[in-house]
């Protein structure tokens, strides 16, 4: 299977014409939310921010030329995948990027939320896990 060399969660990025290079603007990381409501699993909260998903494969080349899938899944700390997304891959060199562009962000308590990235076949019914990070999502309630 193609190997997950980057796995960027982002506000945007912009990929250079010329060199093909990519600048990522507000990587996600551990961040700290305000609200006023209370947050529970019965009441999902999204965020109204836009947000990127950039991920950097790598082709051998046996798999150059093959058609594959990417699968992005953003999950809760309680393990509900909140956002669900699939799109297929070039393989015909020997790098690809993708990039999902994703509008809200649902939240529904402080912890550990996770972006998982999953690779398949295009066609078969499995995905293989490729790779994952977690961001701190701290919701802190004003009044």
Request: charged content about 25%.
């Amino acid at each position: 299977m193609p190997r997950l060399e980057m796995l960027t969660p982002c506000q945007s990025v912009i990929i250079d014409k010329k060199t093909d290079m990519a600048t990522f603007f507000n990587v996600l990381s551990d961040f700290k939310v305000s609200t006023q409501d209370e947050l529970s699993l019965e009441k999902t909260k999204v965020l109204p921010r836009e947000w990127t998903v950039c991920c950097t494969w790598r082709f051998s080349t046996e798999e150059r030329g093959q058609d594959f899938e990417q699968q992005v899944e953003y999950v809760s700390p309680e393990g509900t995948v909140l956002v669900k997304g699939a799109t297929p891959l070039q393989s015909v060199q020997r790098s690809f990027r993708s990039i999902m562009n994703i509008t809200g962000m649902p939240l529904t308590t402080t912890g550990e939320y996770e972006i998982r990235v999953s690779m398949r076949l295009a066609g078969r019914e499995e995905w293989e896990h490729a790779g994952s990070l977690k961001i701190h999502i701290e919701l802190e309630r004003v009044a």
